[in-house]
C-alpha cells in the first residue's frame, strides 16, 4: 500500500464522505485580524459531527474497507477526537469500536467516545507503546486497526478540508495548520499544494513538543523526549514515518508556539470570535498573537481551529485567568 494520499485520493475521500459530514464554513475574524494585521479566516472543524476533524479521515478509512474486514470491529488509539471520529463511523455502519485511550485523555473525550457506543480501554503508556498494544488486540480479536495519521486513506479525508479552503476562499495567500501526529497537515498541504502551490502552508506546534521542527532541522526523523503541553492532541515524541516527507515536501515553515500563547489564542477565539477551541486548535491563532508569523499587508489568512473537544473545568479555568 501507498504511504501517501494523492490529490485524487482526496477528491475521492471528498465524494465519499459527502453525505456523512459537515462542510465547515470560513468564518471572517474581524476583531482578531486587527490586532494580528492580516485578512484571517477561521475553518472552525469545531463544528465537525463529533467537534474535530478526526472524523473527516476516521469515517473515510472506514467507508473504504470491505464489510468482511470490519465485520469483527475496528480499533485505534488516539488522544480523543480519532477515537470520538471511529467511534462514529463503527456506529454508522453497524460495528464493534474499541477505542485504546491514554489514561491523561480529557474526560469529555472519554465520555463522548463511550457515548458513541465504543468499548474504551484506559492505557498508561505512550503511542508507541499504545499502538503495541492495539495491534496485539487487533491479531487476538481479527478487529481492523485504523492509524490516527499514518494511513494514507486517512490523510486524504483529511485532506477534504483544503479542498473547502481552496472552495470558499480562491485567493487564500497562507493556510496555518496544527502539527501533532501529521495526518492532518500532509493531508491539506498536498490538498492546496497540488492545486495552487503558491499558497504558504504553515504548520504549527507546540515548543515543548518541537519533534516536526527538529527534524527538518537535523533533517531525519528525530525522537526527543515527551513533555507535556497544554495542546494534549499535539503530544508526540517523533515524527510520524509517513507524514514526515509529505510535510517536508510541501510545508513552507514549521513554527513552535509557547503554551502561553496557545492559551491567548484560546482566550481571544472565546471572546472575539465567540469559538471554544481546545488548545490544539487555537495553536494557530496563538502563534499570529505571538507575532510568529511574518505576514505581509493585506495578506489573507486562513486558520484552521481543528477541535473543540476539552474539558469545561479546564476551559473555565483557562478563561478566568484571562
Known amino acids: 500500500m501507498k504511504s501517501f494520499p494523492t490529490l485524487q485520493d482526496i477528491q475521492d475521500a471528498r465524494a465519499r464522505l459527502k453525505p456523512h459530514i459537515r462542510h465547515t464554513p470560513l468564518l471572517r475574524a474581524d476583531k482578531i485580524e486587527k490586532v494580528v494585521d492580516c485578512e484571517l479566516y477561521l475553518k472552525p472543524e469545531t463544528l465537525q459531527v463529533t467537534g474535530a476533524f478526526k472524523i473527516r479521515g476516521a469515517l473515510n478509512k472506514a467507508l473504504s474497507l470491505s464489510r468482511d474486514e470490519i465485520a469483527n470491529g475496528i480499533i485505534a488509539t488516539s488522544s480523543g477526537n480519532h477515537a470520538q471520529g471511529l467511534a462514529y463511523a463503527a456506529r454508522m455502519l453497524g460495528v464493534k469500536a474499541i477505542l485504546v485511550l491514554p489514561v491523561t485523555s480529557p474526560k469529555i473525550k472519554i465520555e463522548n467516545t463511550k457515548a458513541l457506543g465504543a468499548e474504551v480501554v484506559l492505557f498508561d503508556g505512550d503511542n508507541a507503546a499504545r499502538w503495541k498494544h492495539v495491534y ?187
Open 136 to 322: 496485539a488486540m487487533a491479531a487476538e480479536n481479527g478487529y481492523a486497526p485504523i492509524h490516527a495519521f499514518e494511513d494514507p486513506i486517512v490523510m486524504a479525508g483529511q485532506g477534504t478540508i483544503g479542498c473547502e479552503i481552496l472552495d470558499d476562499l480562491s485567493d487564500v495567500d497562507t493556510v496555518i495548520v496544527p502539527v501533532g501526529g501529521g495526518g492532518l497537515i500532509s493531508g491539506i498541504a498536498t490538498a492546496i499544494k497540488e492545486t495552487n502551490p503558491s499558497v504558504r502552508v504553515i504548520g504549527v506546534e507546540p515548543s515543548l513538543t518541537p519533534k516536526y521542527y527538529q527534524s527538518r532541522i537535523n533533517k531525519e526523523r528525530t525522537s526527543l523526549p515527551l513533555l507535556n503541553t497544554i495542546a494534549d492532541g499535539l503530544r508526540l515524541s517523533v515524527p510520524a514515518q509517513n507524514p514526515f516527507p509529505i510535510i517536508e515536501k510541501y510545508v513552507d515553515e514549521i513554527i513552535l508556539v509557547e503554551d502561553r500563547h496557545i492559551v491567548d489564542g484560546m482566550r481571544a477565539l472565546a471572546k472575539d470570535a465567540k469559538l471554544i477551541a481546545e488548545p490544539a486548535a487555537a495553536i494557530t491563532v496563538g502563534a499570529l498573537l505571538a507575532g510568529s508569523i511574518n505576514l505581509k499587508p493585506n495578506e489573507k489568512v486562513c486558520a484552521v481551529l481543528s477541535g473543540g473537544n476539552w474539558d469545561l473545568s479546564d476551559l473555565a479555568e483557562v478563561y478566568a485567568e484571562g
